[in-house]
Nanobody
Framework: QVQLVESGGGSVQTGDSLRLSCTASGRSFSGYAMAWFRQAPGKHREFVGHITWSGGNVNYEDSVKGRFTISRDSGTNTVHLQMTNLKPEDTAVYYC??????????????????WGQGTQVTVSS
């Protein structure tokens, strides 16, 4: 079993920054690909970004490119989502997810075996 716990959410204003963290426990972090998704009120959960187990390949959804950065620290089993220049449309519950195979389709929810509980990000104008 793997437990994922997100932290770092909050309420900010347009243009501010936030850093979300997701810490994994329960088994080795090695070999996992990790992703961030988000779900805005009344909308489906959507892909935000993905990082391979080595951290060598990172991909982002188009609307967050240049503003969001995903990184991982294998020593602490933590993946981070650094969000800058936040916009009201970034308001959502943010979830991290783990793909134990490391090679699933990054944008597909069914790829991921474990999910965190989510952390709320609210951006006001």
């Amino acid at each position: 079993q793997v437990q994922l716990v997100e932290s770092g959410g909050g309420s900010v204003q347009t243009g501010d920054s936030l850093r979300l963290s997701c810490t994994a426990s329960g088994r080795s972090f090695s070999g996992y690909a990790m992703a961030w998704f988000r779900q805005a009120p009344g909308k489906h959960r959507e892909f935000v970004g993905h990082i391979t187990w080595s951290g060598g390949n990172v991909n982002y959804e188009d609307s967050v490119k240049g503003r969001f950065t995903i990184s991982r620290d294998s020593g602490t089993n933590t993946v981070h989502l650094q969000m800058t220049n936040l916009k009201p449309e970034d308001t959502a519950v943010y979830y991290c997810a783990a793909d134990l195979t490391g090679w699933g389709l990054m944008g597909q929810e069914l790829t991921y075996h474990y999910w965190g509980q989510g952390t709320q990000v609210t951006v006001s104008s």
